[in-house]
């Protein structure tokens, strides 16, 4: 449950934060497909909890498993996940099922179901009391076990010891499989206990006839663990990947200027690190962006360019799964995604000539330097890092085998050098500045000669980036 099943020579999950399904299908056909992306994450899919002012983290409070949400219905999900598949991107569903929906008394779903807090009772599924732990704050992190039996910010705590709820919860999850999923973020999995979990997991069907005979769901569970507290991330490796949210936290601290970027030279588990296959990793995810595990250090769409060195070390560096967040531009942290004020629908993003969005939406895997740095990463696949480079401090350089090459430069000032490109002699184009078109390049070319030599400019706080598959 480790693999995540991309077709071959693609790589990368886009998280599409909040987006409707028919949305998601487009971007699969006209985007994510010919630029090699390899999934999507979508938002969670269930029905939920209509929130007054509709803040995105209602997503998370979930009233029944109908398939109900502002993204869309049961029907646009299916065509989606087709629609994705037949053009070679996976599709991962956001999974809640550690808890239910909050509030005070009776609370609507998206779908018209209700449910009844005060008596934990939500027919549509159904689920009464009895399925819940009993009600208790989790406030000592130090506690195992009130981490896992305790109600997270409030939400009824579902027990998945119990038969009842197993079934339920894999029911759910088969049916998605059933149409074509290829996995599962599995959210807030540090508050569910592990043997639980393998239970459940173990009862999966293997994937559909898109997939290879046999195969099993990609499965990544959410476990925050940036130290000190009970709950371990390797307590989960064994059940599937985990999200690395210390690969977050020093990436972005490293890209901020808090720490040298000469010390990545030893990036992975000597920094901690989960072992590569068991790591999925980002630069910041929907809720890191906003607050939490990690706060004010962690990057965004917000410090363009110190994020997209971040995200280009990440796609350049051969650890972990990579995700990348693709948000709504917000200014509160409860912000919902843009949306009709009257209808309260959400507002699909609109695609500018110039392939970026507008209507609220950031599209950061739309970003010229991350697109580029997807086909890099896709083109130097096996590539062991070579001839690393650095001056000391802030700037760095390597190559991917003799594939690619790619250098950071997060001095103050622009930095120029002959650069062992490792590459054979020729033109390229740069990914970052520009693309391949045809045979030109739309950014900076950048001339190897019959030794690897290159000069090379790198502006201040900025990546060059070429390999071979952007040769002119
Ligand atoms: C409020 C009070 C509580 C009170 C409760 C009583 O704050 O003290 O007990 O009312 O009813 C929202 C509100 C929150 C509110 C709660 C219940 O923000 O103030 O509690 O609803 O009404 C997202 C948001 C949460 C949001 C939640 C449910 O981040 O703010 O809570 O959705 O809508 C830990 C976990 C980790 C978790 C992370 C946020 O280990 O698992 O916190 N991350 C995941 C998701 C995250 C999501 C959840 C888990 C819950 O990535 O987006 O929380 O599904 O680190
Ligand atoms: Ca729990």
Redesign the pocket.
């Known amino acids: 449950q480790h693999n995540p099943h991309f077709f071959p020579n693609r790589t990368g999950i886009v998280h599409l934060f909040e987006w409707k399904f028919k949305d998601i299908a487009r971007e699969c056909e006209t985007y994510l497909s010919p630029n090699g992306f390899g999934g999507v994450q979508v938002s969670p899919i269930n029905e939920n909890a209509i929130?007054f002012k509709r803040?995105w983290?209602?997503?998370?409070?979930p009233i029944s498993y109908r398939i109900i949400t502002r993204s869309g219905d049961e029907n646009d999900f299916r065509n989606m996940v087709t629609k994705c598949n037949t053009v070679g991107v996976r599709v991962y569903v956001d999974i809640?099922v550690?808890?239910m929906a909050?509030?005070?008394g009776q609370v609507n779903g998206t779908g018209g179901g209700t449910a009844f807090i005060p008596d934990k009772s939500y027919p549509n599924v159904p689920y009464n009391e009895t399925h819940f732990h009993e009600t208790c704050?989790i406030n000592d992190y130090n506690n195992a076990v009130e981490v896992r039996n305790c109600?997270?910010?409030?939400?009824p705590d579902l027990d998945q010891s119990l038969e009842y709820v197993r079934a339920r919860i894999v029911n759910f999850m088969n049916k998605l499989i059933d149409f074509g999923v290829a996995g599962f973020r599995m959210?807030?999995?540090?508050?569910m206990w592990p043997n639980d979990l393998s239970v459940i997991y173990n009862r999966l069907n293997n994937l559909s006839n898109y997939f290879a005979t046999g195969s099993r769901p990609f499965i990544y569970q959410?476990v925050?663990d940036l130290g000190g507290e009970a709950v371990k991330k390797t307590e989960y490796i064994s059940l599937g990947a985990v999200t690395e949210f210390k690969f977050s936290l020093e990436i972005s601290r490293a890209f901020r200027g808090h720490n040298e970027l000469k010390w990545l030279k030893s990036w992975g588990v000597k920094w901690g690190l989960l072992p590569s296959k068991y790591s999925l990793v980002f630069v910041d995810?929907?809720?890191n962006q906003r607050n939490?595990?990690g706060g004010s250090e962690i990057l965004t769409y917000k410090f363009p360019k110190m994020y997209v060195m971040a995200v280009a070390f990440m796609l350049a560096h051969p650890y972990g799964t990579p995700r990348i967040m693709s948000s709504f531009f917000f200014d509160f942290i409860?912000q919902g995604p843009p949306a009709n004020v009257s209808t309260e629908e959400i507002i699909s993003p609109k695609i500018l000539s110039n392939g970026t969005c507008t209507n609220g939406w950031v599209c950061e895997h739309r970003w010229t330097e991350i697109v580029g740095m997807i086909g890099f990463r896709n083109r130097v696949r096996g590539e062991a890092i070579a001839n690393w480079w650095d001056n000391d401090n802030n700037a760095i350089a390597f190559c991917r085998g003799n594939k690619g090459f790619v250098v950071f430069n997060n001095e103050p000032d622009d930095l120029q050098l002959t650069f062992n490109t490792c590459l054979s002699r020729g033109n390229y184009c740069d990914v970052i500045s520009g693309r391949k078109s045809g045979n030109i390049c739309t950014g900076q070319q950048i001339s190897v000669n019959e030794k690897g030599k290159s000069v090379i400019r790198i502006k201040a706080q900025s990546v060059v980036a070429v390999h071979s598959g952007a040769k002119i």
């Open positions: 929130v803040p983290f209602e997503r998370y409070q809640v550690n808890h909050a509030g005070n704050a109600e997270l910010v409030g939400l959210d807030a999995a540090k508050h959410e925050i995810n929907h809720d939490g595990a409860d």
